[in-house]
């Protein structure tokens, strides 16, 4: 509960930087860097609740159909999950190209719902070029992301808390 607790209000803090501080200006996609970086963490427990409660948290604030960012966060939870076989991510750029993977993933699943439930016009040049900048920057803070992640991780064990990796480890005294 711990981790769920902290990493919620990690996002929260996330969520009220990117709109009420950097949104007319900046748009960077910290919620889902954070959501992609916790998913490639052994617990799909935590990934599917953290990817639950900020995904309704965007939903609740945006002017797109309900359920629509709640759907993007669950393709990051894949995809994270996807790409944590195949790549080592202790090297910056499999980090980097991980999370431009993955956010490209998510707005592709986003723009699909969005243009099938006639909310928007389909693609159009302006829409792509100025969303791909966004995703090549969001892209380009997944190392930084990556290590908030451990941080806030070793936090947790210092606090006492074991990941259900560790815990195996531990056999009960008879």
Do not use: C
């Not at 499999?94 to 389909?122: D, K, N, Y």
């Not at 969001?138 to 064990?157: D, H, I, K, N, S």
């Amino acid at each position: 509960m711990a981790p769920f607790i902290l990493f919620s209000l990690v996002g929260l803090g996330f969520f009220y930087l990117q709109n009420l501080v950097f949104f007319p200006h900046v748009r960077l996609d910290f919620l889902a860097l954070l959501i992609f970086f916790v998913a490639w963490r052994p617990s799909l427990a935590l990934a599917l609740s953290l990817a639950l409660v900020l995904g309704l948290l965007k939903d609740s604030y945006a002017a797109t159909p309900v359920g629509l960012h709640l759907g993007a966060s669950l393709v990051l939870v894949g995809s994270a999950r996807f790409f944590r076989r195949r790549l080592m991510l202790q090297r910056m750029g499999s980090q980097v190209l991980a999370a431009l993977g993955a956010l490209t993933l998510q707005e592709v699943w986003f723009q699909v719902i969005i243009v099938i439930l006639r909310f928007q016009s389909p693609f159009t040049r302006d829409l792509i070029t100025y969303r791909g900048l966004e995703i090549l920057a969001t892209a380009a803070l997944a190392p930084l992301m990556y290590q908030l992640v451990q941080g806030l991780e070793r936090f947790l064990r210092l606090l006492g808390w074991l990941p259900l990796r560790d815990l195996t480890r531990f056999k009960p005294s008879a």
